[in-house]
Protein backbone atom coordinates (compact mmCIF):
# COMPACT_ATOMS: atom_id res chain seq x y z
CA UNK A 1 0.00 0.00 0.00
CA UNK A 2 0.97 4.32 -0.55
CA UNK A 3 0.79 5.75 1.98
CA UNK A 4 -0.56 8.55 -0.58
CA UNK A 5 -3.82 5.98 -1.82
CA UNK A 6 -4.33 4.90 1.72
CA UNK A 7 -6.82 6.20 4.50
CA UNK A 8 -4.46 6.40 8.07
CA UNK A 9 -6.54 9.67 9.41
CA UNK A 10 -3.69 9.92 12.26
CA UNK A 11 -4.01 13.05 15.03
CA UNK A 12 -1.45 15.29 16.09
CA UNK A 13 -2.76 15.98 19.68
CA UNK A 14 -3.96 13.33 22.14
CA UNK A 15 -7.55 12.35 22.33
CA UNK A 16 -8.80 13.93 25.70
CA UNK A 17 -11.57 11.34 26.04
CA UNK A 18 -8.84 8.46 26.16
CA UNK A 19 -7.64 7.63 29.66
CA UNK A 20 -5.54 4.38 28.60
CA UNK A 21 -2.59 4.02 26.81
CA UNK A 22 -4.16 1.39 24.03
CA UNK A 23 -6.79 3.75 23.33
CA UNK A 24 -5.01 7.21 22.84
CA UNK A 25 -2.51 5.26 20.64
CA UNK A 26 -5.61 3.64 18.62
CA UNK A 27 -7.55 7.06 18.06
CA UNK A 28 -3.99 8.61 17.27
CA UNK A 29 -3.18 5.85 14.98
CA UNK A 30 -6.55 6.16 12.80
CA UNK A 31 -7.38 3.09 13.66
CA UNK A 32 -11.13 3.45 15.14
CA UNK A 33 -13.61 6.09 15.33
CA UNK A 34 -16.00 6.32 18.15
CA UNK A 35 -19.91 6.25 17.13
CA UNK A 36 -21.79 5.97 20.31
CA UNK A 37 -20.74 5.04 23.47
CA UNK A 38 -18.76 1.84 23.40
CA UNK A 39 -19.52 1.49 19.63
CA UNK A 40 -16.92 1.74 17.31
CA UNK A 41 -16.10 1.99 13.07
CA UNK A 42 -12.72 0.21 12.33
CA UNK A 43 -10.98 2.45 10.05
CA UNK A 44 -8.85 0.40 7.62
CA UNK A 45 -5.30 0.02 10.03
CA UNK A 46 -7.45 -1.01 13.45
CA UNK A 47 -9.37 -3.28 10.64
CA UNK A 48 -6.48 -5.42 9.34
CA UNK A 49 -5.21 -5.85 12.73
CA UNK A 50 -8.52 -6.78 13.81
CA UNK A 51 -8.74 -9.19 10.37
CA UNK A 52 -5.10 -10.69 11.55
CA UNK A 53 -6.36 -11.66 15.12
CA UNK A 54 -8.97 -13.16 14.01
CA UNK A 55 -7.47 -15.09 11.45
CA UNK A 56 -5.21 -16.51 13.84
CA UNK A 57 -7.63 -17.74 15.62
CA UNK A 58 -9.57 -19.48 12.82
CA UNK A 59 -6.63 -20.97 12.50
CA UNK A 60 -5.74 -22.23 15.78
CA UNK A 61 -9.25 -23.01 16.54
CA UNK A 62 -9.21 -25.46 13.25
CA UNK A 63 -6.23 -26.99 14.35
CA UNK A 64 -7.67 -28.42 17.34
CA UNK A 65 -10.71 -29.84 14.97
CA UNK A 66 -13.22 -27.45 16.13
CA UNK A 67 -15.48 -26.16 12.91
CA UNK A 68 -16.43 -23.09 12.10
CA UNK A 69 -20.41 -21.74 11.70
CA UNK A 70 -22.01 -18.12 11.84
CA UNK A 71 -25.04 -17.41 14.05
CA UNK A 72 -27.09 -14.61 13.37
CA UNK A 73 -26.13 -11.68 15.86
CA UNK A 74 -30.49 -10.71 16.39
CA UNK A 75 -31.99 -13.71 18.44
CA UNK A 76 -35.03 -14.39 19.27
CA UNK A 77 -36.45 -14.15 22.76
CA UNK A 78 -38.04 -17.58 22.96
CA UNK A 79 -34.75 -19.51 23.02
CA UNK A 80 -34.01 -17.73 26.44
CA UNK A 81 -37.20 -18.34 27.56
CA UNK A 82 -36.27 -21.96 27.62
CA UNK A 83 -33.08 -21.82 29.30
CA UNK A 84 -34.42 -19.26 31.84
CA UNK A 85 -31.89 -16.28 30.87
CA UNK A 86 -34.29 -14.25 29.35
CA UNK A 87 -35.41 -12.45 32.43
CA UNK A 88 -32.03 -13.52 34.57
CA UNK A 89 -29.64 -11.68 31.94
CA UNK A 90 -30.35 -8.23 33.03
CA UNK A 91 -29.87 -4.54 32.29
CA UNK A 92 -26.59 -5.95 30.08
CA UNK A 93 -28.72 -7.33 27.14
CA UNK A 94 -30.12 -5.35 24.60
CA UNK A 95 -33.71 -6.44 23.84
CA UNK A 96 -35.19 -5.38 20.90
CA UNK A 97 -39.00 -5.55 19.02
CA UNK A 98 -39.22 -6.55 15.48
CA UNK A 99 -42.44 -4.85 13.60
CA UNK A 100 -44.78 -8.20 14.49
CA UNK A 101 -44.22 -7.31 18.09
CA UNK A 102 -42.03 -10.30 18.54
CA UNK A 103 -39.47 -9.76 21.32
CA UNK A 104 -35.36 -9.86 20.00
CA UNK A 105 -32.29 -9.74 21.40
CA UNK A 106 -29.12 -8.74 20.02
CA UNK A 107 -26.80 -11.68 21.03
CA UNK A 108 -24.76 -11.54 23.95
CA UNK A 109 -23.47 -14.74 23.55
CA UNK A 110 -24.86 -17.94 22.27
CA UNK A 111 -24.85 -20.75 24.59
CA UNK A 112 -29.16 -21.02 23.61
CA UNK A 113 -29.10 -20.76 19.84
CA UNK A 114 -26.02 -22.97 19.36
CA UNK A 115 -27.75 -25.84 21.79
CA UNK A 116 -31.31 -24.97 19.28
CA UNK A 117 -28.83 -25.89 16.14
CA UNK A 118 -27.49 -28.89 17.84
CA UNK A 119 -30.73 -30.51 19.10
CA UNK A 120 -32.20 -29.86 15.90
CA UNK A 121 -29.88 -31.90 13.96
CA UNK A 122 -27.48 -33.92 16.12
CA UNK A 123 -29.05 -37.37 18.25
CA UNK A 124 -26.18 -39.40 18.34
CA UNK A 125 -23.51 -40.53 20.47
CA UNK A 126 -21.77 -41.25 16.98
CA UNK A 127 -21.91 -37.68 15.99
CA UNK A 128 -19.92 -36.99 19.18
CA UNK A 129 -17.09 -35.31 19.92
CA UNK A 130 -18.40 -31.70 18.40
CA UNK A 131 -17.29 -28.28 18.52
CA UNK A 132 -18.64 -25.44 16.70
CA UNK A 133 -17.46 -22.15 16.87
CA UNK A 134 -18.01 -18.68 15.46
CA UNK A 135 -16.24 -15.64 15.20
CA UNK A 136 -19.50 -12.68 15.43
CA UNK A 137 -20.18 -9.83 16.85
CA UNK A 138 -21.72 -9.26 20.32
CA UNK A 139 -23.71 -6.81 22.32
CA UNK A 140 -23.88 -6.06 26.37
CA UNK A 141 -24.96 -2.67 27.07
CA UNK A 142 -22.01 -2.48 29.91
CA UNK A 143 -22.95 0.01 32.65
CA UNK A 144 -19.71 1.88 31.92
CA UNK A 145 -18.16 1.13 28.39
CA UNK A 146 -14.33 2.89 28.62
CA UNK A 147 -11.18 2.43 27.91
CA UNK A 148 -11.88 2.09 24.25
CA UNK A 149 -12.24 -1.33 22.45
CA UNK A 150 -11.34 -3.26 25.71
CA UNK A 151 -14.78 -2.77 27.12
CA UNK A 152 -17.04 -2.10 24.23
CA UNK A 153 -20.57 -2.23 24.17
CA UNK A 154 -20.23 -3.94 20.47
CA UNK A 155 -17.56 -5.90 21.17
CA UNK A 156 -15.92 -8.99 18.40
CA UNK A 157 -16.06 -12.45 19.88
CA UNK A 158 -14.99 -15.80 19.20
CA UNK A 159 -16.88 -18.10 21.13
CA UNK A 160 -17.19 -21.93 20.71
CA UNK A 161 -19.60 -25.07 22.38
CA UNK A 162 -18.71 -28.41 22.54
CA UNK A 163 -21.10 -31.24 22.63
CA UNK A 164 -19.86 -34.40 24.30
CA UNK A 165 -21.34 -37.79 25.33
CA UNK A 166 -19.07 -38.32 28.86
CA UNK A 167 -17.73 -35.64 31.79
CA UNK A 168 -14.63 -37.11 30.75
CA UNK A 169 -14.91 -36.01 26.93
CA UNK A 170 -16.13 -32.73 27.87
CA UNK A 171 -13.16 -32.24 30.42
CA UNK A 172 -10.97 -33.17 27.42
CA UNK A 173 -12.44 -30.75 25.27
CA UNK A 174 -12.13 -28.08 28.28
CA UNK A 175 -8.36 -29.32 28.32
CA UNK A 176 -7.98 -28.99 24.42
CA UNK A 177 -9.33 -24.85 24.08
CA UNK A 178 -7.00 -24.41 27.26
CA UNK A 179 -3.93 -25.50 25.29
CA UNK A 180 -5.65 -23.91 21.40
CA UNK A 181 -5.98 -20.58 23.85
CA UNK A 182 -2.45 -20.63 25.12
CA UNK A 183 -1.07 -21.30 21.56
CA UNK A 184 -3.20 -18.54 19.64
CA UNK A 185 -2.22 -15.96 22.49
CA UNK A 186 1.64 -16.71 22.41
CA UNK A 187 1.58 -16.35 18.35
CA UNK A 188 -0.03 -13.22 18.91
CA UNK A 189 3.40 -12.05 21.10
CA UNK A 190 1.08 -12.43 24.09
CA UNK A 191 1.26 -13.99 27.55
CA UNK A 192 -2.36 -14.90 28.49
CA UNK A 193 -1.96 -16.56 32.03
CA UNK A 194 -4.93 -19.39 32.47
CA UNK A 195 -6.32 -18.52 36.32
CA UNK A 196 -9.01 -20.04 38.11
CA UNK A 197 -12.34 -17.64 37.93
CA UNK A 198 -15.33 -17.37 39.00
CA UNK A 199 -18.14 -18.88 36.06
CA UNK A 200 -20.65 -15.42 36.31
CA UNK A 201 -24.19 -15.83 34.60
CA UNK A 202 -23.05 -18.10 31.81
CA UNK A 203 -22.88 -20.89 35.08
CA UNK A 204 -21.04 -24.17 34.82
CA UNK A 205 -18.23 -25.72 37.98
CA UNK A 206 -15.13 -25.56 35.98
CA UNK A 207 -13.69 -22.04 34.60
CA UNK A 208 -10.26 -20.42 34.00
CA UNK A 209 -10.00 -17.21 32.57
CA UNK A 210 -6.99 -15.94 30.62
CA UNK A 211 -5.13 -13.16 31.74
CA UNK A 212 -2.64 -10.51 30.47
CA UNK A 213 -0.88 -8.61 32.87
CA UNK A 214 -0.77 -4.99 32.89
CA UNK A 215 -1.66 -1.68 35.24
CA UNK A 216 -4.42 -0.64 33.36
CA UNK A 217 -6.12 -4.19 33.65
CA UNK A 218 -9.48 -4.07 35.01
CA UNK A 219 -9.10 -7.62 37.14
CA UNK A 220 -7.25 -7.88 40.59
CA UNK A 221 -4.85 -11.15 40.18
CA UNK A 222 -2.94 -13.20 42.45
CA UNK A 223 -0.38 -15.33 41.37
CA UNK A 224 3.24 -17.42 42.16
CA UNK A 225 5.65 -15.53 39.90
CA UNK A 226 6.93 -18.66 38.95
CA UNK A 227 3.98 -19.23 36.53
CA UNK A 228 5.23 -16.40 33.95
CA UNK A 229 7.94 -18.42 33.30
CA UNK A 230 6.08 -20.95 31.52
CA UNK A 231 5.82 -20.95 27.89
CA UNK A 232 3.63 -23.53 25.56
CA UNK A 233 6.54 -22.69 22.59
CA UNK A 234 6.95 -24.69 19.32
CA UNK A 235 5.87 -28.10 20.97
CA UNK A 236 3.90 -30.55 18.86
CA UNK A 237 0.46 -31.03 20.05
CA UNK A 238 -2.07 -33.89 19.41
CA UNK A 239 -5.22 -32.25 20.36
CA UNK A 240 -6.73 -36.02 20.03
CA UNK A 241 -4.40 -37.32 22.95
CA UNK A 242 -6.46 -36.65 26.15
CA UNK A 243 -3.35 -36.75 28.36
CA UNK A 244 -1.12 -34.53 26.53
CA UNK A 245 -3.68 -31.72 26.67
CA UNK A 246 -4.04 -32.71 30.46
CA UNK A 247 -0.65 -32.73 31.29
CA UNK A 248 -0.31 -29.49 29.40
CA UNK A 249 -3.59 -28.06 31.12
CA UNK A 250 -1.67 -29.23 34.72
CA UNK A 251 1.58 -27.51 34.00
CA UNK A 252 0.11 -24.42 33.42
CA UNK A 253 -2.62 -24.35 36.18
CA UNK A 254 -0.71 -26.01 38.81
CA UNK A 255 0.74 -23.12 40.36
CA UNK A 256 -1.47 -20.49 42.45
CA UNK A 257 -3.08 -18.07 39.86
CA UNK A 258 -6.24 -16.53 40.33
CA UNK A 259 -8.79 -13.87 39.58
CA UNK A 260 -10.12 -11.64 43.05
CA UNK A 261 -13.45 -13.83 42.76
CA UNK A 262 -11.53 -16.85 43.75
CA UNK A 263 -8.48 -15.70 45.86
CA UNK A 264 -7.67 -18.08 48.93
CA UNK A 265 -5.53 -15.67 50.94
CA UNK A 266 -4.53 -19.08 53.00
CA UNK A 267 -3.25 -21.04 49.86
CA UNK A 268 -1.90 -17.29 48.42
CA UNK A 269 0.14 -17.15 51.65
CA UNK A 270 1.50 -21.15 50.86
CA UNK A 271 3.71 -19.49 47.87
CA UNK A 272 7.45 -18.89 49.38
CA UNK A 273 7.03 -14.90 49.66
CA UNK A 274 9.31 -14.18 47.15
CA UNK A 275 6.68 -15.39 44.25
CA UNK A 276 3.42 -13.94 45.58
CA UNK A 277 2.75 -11.36 43.71
CA UNK A 278 -0.72 -9.51 43.05
CA UNK A 279 -0.80 -7.31 40.21
CA UNK A 280 -3.95 -6.27 37.62
CA UNK A 281 -4.58 -8.54 34.30
CA UNK A 282 -7.01 -8.02 31.42
CA UNK A 283 -9.11 -10.65 30.68
CA UNK A 284 -8.74 -12.03 27.41
CA UNK A 285 -10.26 -14.91 27.17
CA UNK A 286 -11.99 -17.71 29.33
CA UNK A 287 -13.23 -21.21 28.84
CA UNK A 288 -16.06 -22.85 30.94
CA UNK A 289 -17.38 -26.08 31.37
CA UNK A 290 -21.15 -26.89 32.49
CA UNK A 291 -22.34 -30.09 31.99
CA UNK A 292 -25.98 -30.42 30.99
CA UNK A 293 -26.75 -26.59 32.39
CA UNK A 294 -28.37 -25.75 28.83
CA UNK A 295 -29.02 -29.50 27.61
CA UNK A 296 -31.36 -30.03 29.91
CA UNK A 297 -33.27 -27.07 29.81
CA UNK A 298 -33.74 -26.96 26.07
CA UNK A 299 -33.82 -31.11 25.62
CA UNK A 300 -30.64 -31.71 23.43
CA UNK A 301 -30.03 -35.82 24.05
CA UNK A 302 -28.39 -38.11 22.50
CA UNK A 303 -28.67 -41.77 22.00
CA UNK A 304 -26.19 -43.61 23.98
CA UNK A 305 -24.09 -46.90 22.83
CA UNK A 306 -26.80 -48.71 25.34
CA UNK A 307 -29.69 -47.20 23.84
CA UNK A 308 -30.83 -44.39 26.70
CA UNK A 309 -31.19 -41.16 26.30
CA UNK A 310 -29.02 -38.39 27.98
CA UNK A 311 -28.36 -34.75 27.89
CA UNK A 312 -25.30 -34.03 26.03
CA UNK A 313 -22.64 -32.72 27.70
CA UNK A 314 -21.46 -29.00 27.07
CA UNK A 315 -18.96 -26.39 27.70
CA UNK A 316 -18.39 -22.70 26.11
CA UNK A 317 -14.97 -20.99 25.18
CA UNK A 318 -14.71 -17.51 24.30
CA UNK A 319 -11.91 -14.67 23.26
CA UNK A 320 -12.05 -11.44 23.12
CA UNK A 321 -11.13 -10.49 19.87
CA UNK A 322 -11.50 -6.97 19.24
CA UNK A 323 -10.36 -6.77 23.03
CA UNK A 324 -7.14 -8.32 22.14
CA UNK A 325 -5.83 -5.12 20.07
CA UNK A 326 -5.99 -3.17 23.42
CA UNK A 327 -4.29 -5.75 25.35
CA UNK A 328 -1.68 -6.36 23.21
CA UNK A 329 -1.28 -2.16 22.90
CA UNK A 330 -1.11 -2.41 26.61
CA UNK A 331 1.88 -5.57 26.91
CA UNK A 332 3.77 -3.55 23.46
CA UNK A 333 4.22 -0.06 23.30
CA UNK A 334 6.57 3.09 24.06
CA UNK A 335 6.35 6.51 24.57
CA UNK A 336 6.60 6.94 20.33
CA UNK A 337 3.84 4.83 19.80
CA UNK A 338 2.52 0.86 19.21
CA UNK A 339 4.99 -1.60 19.10
CA UNK A 340 3.25 -4.72 17.01
CA UNK A 341 4.48 -8.00 17.54
CA UNK A 342 5.23 -9.76 13.83
CA UNK A 343 2.18 -11.93 13.88
CA UNK A 344 -0.50 -9.11 14.39
CA UNK A 345 1.48 -6.22 12.34
CA UNK A 346 -1.00 -4.69 9.98
CA UNK A 347 2.03 -4.22 7.73
CA UNK A 348 4.75 -6.70 7.48
CA UNK A 349 7.32 -3.73 6.74
CA UNK A 350 7.19 0.06 6.60
CA UNK A 351 9.08 2.45 3.51
CA UNK A 352 10.82 5.26 4.06
CA UNK A 353 11.21 7.63 1.22
CA UNK A 354 13.76 10.17 2.08
CA UNK A 355 13.78 12.34 -0.91
CA UNK A 356 10.33 12.06 -2.70
CA UNK A 357 10.68 13.51 -6.17
CA UNK A 358 14.60 12.25 -6.44
CA UNK A 359 14.53 10.20 -9.30
CA UNK A 360 17.03 7.54 -7.85
CA UNK A 361 15.54 7.40 -4.29
CA UNK A 362 11.79 7.00 -5.89
CA UNK A 363 13.40 4.10 -8.10
CA UNK A 364 14.89 2.62 -5.24
CA UNK A 365 11.79 2.44 -3.44
CA UNK A 366 9.80 1.38 -5.73
CA UNK A 367 12.16 -1.52 -6.43
CA UNK A 368 11.86 -1.94 -2.59
CA UNK A 369 8.17 -2.44 -2.42
CA UNK A 370 7.63 -4.21 -5.66
CA UNK A 371 10.12 -7.00 -4.32
CA UNK A 372 8.65 -7.62 -0.40
CA UNK A 373 4.99 -7.90 -2.53
CA UNK A 374 6.23 -10.24 -4.71
CA UNK A 375 7.99 -12.10 -1.83
CA UNK A 376 4.13 -12.11 -0.67
CA UNK A 377 4.82 -9.29 1.84
CA UNK A 378 2.21 -6.73 3.15
CA UNK A 379 4.22 -3.35 2.79
CA UNK A 380 3.73 0.47 3.50
CA UNK A 381 5.66 2.36 1.43
CA UNK A 382 5.58 6.12 3.13
CA UNK A 383 5.66 8.00 -0.78
CA UNK A 384 4.49 11.48 0.73
CA UNK A 385 6.22 14.75 -0.15
CA UNK A 386 7.04 15.21 3.33
CA UNK A 387 9.69 15.59 6.07
CA UNK A 388 11.68 12.74 7.01
CA UNK A 389 10.85 13.60 10.99
CA UNK A 390 7.33 13.65 10.24
CA UNK A 391 7.46 9.86 8.33
CA UNK A 392 9.49 8.64 11.07
CA UNK A 393 6.70 9.92 13.41
CA UNK A 394 4.12 8.70 11.74
CA UNK A 395 5.76 5.07 11.16
CA UNK A 396 6.39 4.93 15.11
CA UNK A 397 3.17 5.57 16.01
CA UNK A 398 1.54 3.13 14.13
CA UNK A 399 3.94 0.51 14.88
CA UNK A 400 5.18 -1.45 11.90
CA UNK A 401 7.90 -3.65 13.35
CA UNK A 402 10.07 -2.95 10.72
CA UNK A 403 11.09 0.18 8.90
CA UNK A 404 13.58 0.56 5.46
CA UNK A 405 14.69 3.66 5.09
CA UNK A 406 16.05 4.87 1.27
CA UNK A 407 18.00 8.52 0.97
CA UNK A 408 20.31 9.45 -1.47
CA UNK A 409 23.07 9.54 0.77
CA UNK A 410 23.23 5.53 1.65
CA UNK A 411 22.00 4.69 -2.07
CA UNK A 412 25.60 6.25 -3.22
CA UNK A 413 26.93 3.83 -1.10
CA UNK A 414 25.09 1.43 -2.36
CA UNK A 415 22.78 0.78 0.84
CA UNK A 416 19.67 1.22 2.83
CA UNK A 417 19.12 1.19 6.41
CA UNK A 418 16.79 -1.73 8.38
CA UNK A 419 15.28 -0.64 11.90
CA UNK A 420 14.02 -2.42 14.44
CA UNK A 421 11.01 -0.76 15.90
CA UNK A 422 11.55 -2.53 19.20
CA UNK A 423 15.27 -2.18 19.42
CA UNK A 424 15.27 0.88 17.57
CA UNK A 425 18.69 -0.52 16.12
CA UNK A 426 19.58 0.42 12.65
CA UNK A 427 21.62 -1.59 10.35
CA UNK A 428 22.84 -1.20 6.54
CA UNK A 429 22.39 -2.98 3.82
CA UNK A 430 21.91 -3.54 0.61
CA UNK A 431 18.12 -3.62 -0.94
CA UNK A 432 18.22 -6.50 -1.52
CA UNK A 433 19.50 -8.19 1.79
CA UNK A 434 17.13 -6.06 3.55
CA UNK A 435 14.53 -7.62 1.34
CA UNK A 436 15.79 -10.76 2.35
CA UNK A 437 15.98 -9.68 6.06
CA UNK A 438 12.40 -9.01 6.16
CA UNK A 439 10.54 -12.21 4.25
CA UNK A 440 12.98 -14.54 7.04
CA UNK A 441 12.17 -12.89 9.77
CA UNK A 442 7.76 -13.75 8.74
CA UNK A 443 8.84 -16.81 7.14
CA UNK A 444 7.54 -18.59 10.53
CA UNK A 445 5.11 -17.17 11.32
P1 LIG B 1 -15.81 -9.05 31.74
O1 LIG B 1 -15.64 -9.74 33.06
O2 LIG B 1 -14.58 -8.33 31.26
O3 LIG B 1 -17.06 -8.21 31.66
P2 LIG B 1 -17.00 -11.46 30.82
O4 LIG B 1 -16.36 -12.42 31.75
O5 LIG B 1 -18.38 -10.99 31.09
O6 LIG B 1 -16.04 -10.19 30.66
P3 LIG B 1 -17.13 -13.52 28.80
O7 LIG B 1 -18.56 -13.84 28.76
O8 LIG B 1 -16.19 -14.42 29.49
O9 LIG B 1 -16.92 -12.01 29.32
O10 LIG B 1 -16.68 -13.23 27.28
C1 LIG B 1 -15.52 -13.79 26.66
C2 LIG B 1 -14.48 -12.75 26.35
O11 LIG B 1 -15.05 -11.64 25.63
C3 LIG B 1 -13.90 -12.10 27.60
O12 LIG B 1 -12.86 -12.91 28.12
C4 LIG B 1 -13.39 -10.77 27.07
O13 LIG B 1 -12.10 -10.93 26.53
C5 LIG B 1 -14.36 -10.43 25.97
N1 LIG B 1 -15.31 -9.40 26.42
C6 LIG B 1 -16.31 -9.53 27.32
N2 LIG B 1 -16.97 -8.38 27.48
C7 LIG B 1 -16.38 -7.48 26.65
C8 LIG B 1 -16.60 -6.10 26.35
N3 LIG B 1 -17.58 -5.43 26.94
N4 LIG B 1 -15.80 -5.50 25.44
C9 LIG B 1 -14.82 -6.19 24.82
N5 LIG B 1 -14.56 -7.48 25.06
C10 LIG B 1 -15.32 -8.14 25.96
MG1 LIG C 1 -15.29 -13.87 31.33
Not at 278 to 293: D, L, P
Not at 297 to 316: C, F, I, R
Not at 403 to 421: D, M
Request: aromatic fraction near 8%.
Amino acid sequence: MRLTRYFLPVLKENPAEAQIVSHRYMLRAGMIKQQAAGIYSWLPLGYKVLKRIEQIVHEEQVRAGHIPLLMPTLQPADLWRESGRYDDYGQEMLRIKDRQGRDMLYGPTNEEMITDIFRAHVGSYKDLPLTLYHIQWKFRDEMRPRFGVMRGREFLMKDGYNFDLTKEDALHAYNRHLVSYLRTYERMGLQAIPMRADSGPIGGDDTHEFLVLAETGESEVFYDSAVTDIRLGARDIDYDDKAQCQAVMEEFTSLYARTDETHDEAAFNAIPEARRKSARGIEVGQIFFFGTKYSEAMGATVVTPDGSKVPVQMGSHGIGVSRLLGAIIEASHDDKGIIWPEGVTPFHCGIVNLKQGDADTDAACEAIYKALQLAGLDPLYDDRDDRAGAKFATMDLIGLPWRITVGPRGLKNGVVELTSRRSGVSEEMTAEDAVARIGQIYAGL
